[in-house]
């Protein structure tokens, strides 16, 4: 079955980075567009990035823009998130999520408008 296995999250000072990644298995990983999602503290989902199939096409959130990179690597099944410049509104548990056709933003902030989540990594930004 289908499976998102999100890692690298951790406790951060203001202004650090972290780099999280998300292992894709039981499907053709280079099929799928993905997606990072975070929900902070008592929030809603918010969309963060989102990748092409190909890898050759992204797009962030406002929030994040320069600031974050997202990645993937076809070969490896894995999908990349390199956040440098951190600040305590990223806090969030990051969860990674795919789906089968994509497009540009607008995306949904519900988790059926994705088709499939991992389990989220915890990331705590804080001096």
């Known amino acids: 079955q289908v499976q998102l296995v999100e890692s690298g999250g951790g406790l951060v000072q203001p202004g650090g980075s972290l780099r999280l990644s998300c292992a894709a298995s039981?499907?053709?990983?280079?099929?799928?567009?993905m997606y990072w999602v975070r929900q902070a503290p008592g929030k809603g989902l918010e969309w963060v990035s989102s990748?092409?199939?190909?890898?050759?096409?992204?797009w962030y959130a406002d929030s994040v823009k320069g600031r974050f990179t997202i990645s993937r690597d076809n070969a490896r099944n894995r999908l990349y998130l390199q956040m440098n410049e951190l600040n305590n509104e990223d806090t969030a548990v990051y969860y990674c999520?795919?789906?089968?056709?994509?497009?540009?933003?607008?995306?949904?902030?519900?988790?059926?408008?994705?088709?499939?989540w991992g389990q989220g990594t915890q990331v705590t930004v804080s001096s």
């Open positions: 039981g499907y053709t990983f280079s099929r799928y567009w």
């Open positions: 990748i092409n199939t190909g890898g050759s096409s992204t």
């Open positions: 999520a795919n789906t089968r056709h994509g497009g540009p933003p607008p995306y949904g902030n519900r988790r059926s408008d994705y088709d499939n």
